[in-house]
């Protein structure tokens, strides 16, 4: 069974930096392309960015409100995909889901992490 | 990017009753090269993550209970509940992924009446 688990999340206070990891396991992880997806509680949902798995190339792609500010890694060993983001604004307060990807379709999703970005 | 817009933003529905939600995309996502419409639909219950629905515009994705049906091509797609269940509450959001930036319509809440 798939299983995605985010951790990191938390209060930011707004130009810092944040890390989010999303640990993975019932799938082979080193195969996956994974996302990044958020949402502002109550209201609906953002792709922030995805990377493909290592054979095709580890190709990153990013939202335009998110880059420049933002990397996503993978750890393939440890089944860990990562998400670091730096000049955190309010704007980017919200619940930050992984999920998988099989032809650009979402099809697993996390629990989702809360990040609070605020002063 | 593409713009994707869903209506009505919300609808509450008799139990047994039809769910008809539409989603339109500000351009075709209908992909020439397979003929498929890059369309997939989700469903978020309250407190809990999205989960995929149909994908290819009308393909259940599995464990997906029959009553769920998506129909459309090109710009205009509908997701229908034939038979609306207690179960069945939730948002559900059309999704875009013919190119990046994946987009997300605003969502449809349904509600029993």
Known sequence: E????????????????LRLSCSASGFSFSHAWM?????????????????????????????????????????????????????VKPDDTGIYYCTTEEQRVLDFWGQGVLVTVSS | DIVMTQSPDSLAVSLGERATINCKSSQSVLHTSNNKNNLAWYQQKPGQSPKLVIYWASTRESGVPDRFSGSGSG???????????????????????????????????????
């Open chain 1, 2 to 17: 798939v299983h995605l688990v985010e951790s990191g999340g938390g209060l930011v206070t707004p130009g810092g930096s």
């Open chain 1, 35 to 87: 996302n990044w997806v958020r949402q502002i509680p109550g209201k609906g949902l953002e792709w922030v960015g995805r990377i493909k798995s290592k054979t095709n190339g580890g190709t990153r792609d990013y939202a335009a409100p998110v880059k420049g500010r933002i990397t996503i890694s993978r750890d393939d060993s440890n089944k860990t995909m990562f998400l670091e983001m730096n000049n």
């Open chain 2, 75 to 113: 710009t205009d797609f509908t997701l229908t509940i034939s038979s609306l269940q207690a179960e069945d509450v939730a948002i559900y959001y059309c999704q875009q992924y013919y190119t990046l930036p994946l987009t997300f319509g605003g969502g449809t809440r349904v509600e029993i009446k």
